[in-house]
């Protein structure tokens, strides 16, 4: 079992900036991606960033140049930036994790888990 837990959001007005912080625990091998995914009312869940191990990004059109995601490998975590906020970036926002973990057997199993999410509303 791999758990991921996120922290950072909340109320900000238009304009604003807010980050999020997502850590992974359990027994981890190794993580090859981790991303922010975001969900807003009535709408499906969509990639907002993402970041492998190596350090590559990709950003969904709507972020492009206000969200940063950046990560720490040694400590399984990734970080949201997001500057510039705008109303329509409401939403719950999720962290994803994919890679390797232990689990009952000797050795490592693929992995896909998924955080809790944590409330990101703009608004003035």
């Known amino acids: 079992q791999v758990q991921l837990v996120e922290s950072g959001g909340g109320l900000v007005q238009p304009g604003g900036s807010l980050r999020l912080s997502c850590a992974a625990s359990?027994?981890?091998?190794?993580?090859?991606?981790m991303g922010w995914y975001r969900q807003a009312p009535g709408k499906q869940r969509e990639l907002v960033g993402q970041i492998t191990s190596g350090g590559i990004t990709i950003y969904a059109d709507a972020v492009k140049g206000r969200f940063i995601v950046s990560g720490d490998n040694a400590e399984n975590t990734i970080y949201l930036q997001m500057n510039s906020l705008k109303p329509e970036d409401t939403a719950v926002y999720y962290c994803n994790a994919q890679g390797d973990a232990y689990s009952s057997g000797s050795y490592p199993q693929q992995f896909v888990s998924w955080g809790r999410g944590t409330q990101v509303t703009v608004s003035s």
């Open positions: 359990g027994r981890i091998s190794s993580i090859a991606l």
